[in-house]
């Protein structure tokens, strides 16, 4: 089993930034993938960014504005956000996929962090 758990949301001005982190976990050499999701009320949940081999692909909405990165020795993925909208306003969740032949695929998600951009 992988187990996620985000912090770093909150409340933020429009033109803000703020970091979300998620700490990995349980089996993590059986990750193939990690990434972040968002889900704004009323809206279905929407990628953020993906990072799996080396490669990071972000969601249109949000990039050159967030950045995903991560520390192996903390066992923790982060997201950068920047020129936060109003728009950006949703429960950020962490996801993991699994790789090997006993979660190839399968999804882990953590309980979500609220991010919230108003004046």
């Known amino acids: 089993q992988v187990q996620l758990v985000e912090s770093g949301g909150g409340l933020v001005q429009p033109g803000g930034s703020l970091r979300l982190s998620c700490a990995v976990s349980?089996?993590?050499?059986?990750?193939?993938?990690m990434g972040w999701y968002r889900q704004a009320p009323g809206k279905e949940r929407e990628l953020v960014g993906f990072?799996?081999?080396?490669?990071?692909n972000y969601g249109d909405s949000v990039k050159g504005r967030f950045t995903i990165s991560r520390d192996n020795a903390k066992n923790t993925l982060y997201l950068q956000m920047n020129s936060l909208k109003p728009e950006d306003t949703a429960v950020y969740y962490c996801?993991?996929?699994?790789?090997?032949?006993?979660?190839?695929?399968?999804?882990?998600w953590g309980k979500g962090t609220l991010v919230t951009v108003s004046s």
């Open positions: 996801n993991a996929v699994g790789g090997l032949h006993y979660n190839a695929g399968m999804n882990y």
């Open positions: 349980g089996s993590i050499f059986s990750i193939n993938g």
């Open positions: 990072t799996s081999g080396g490669n990071i």
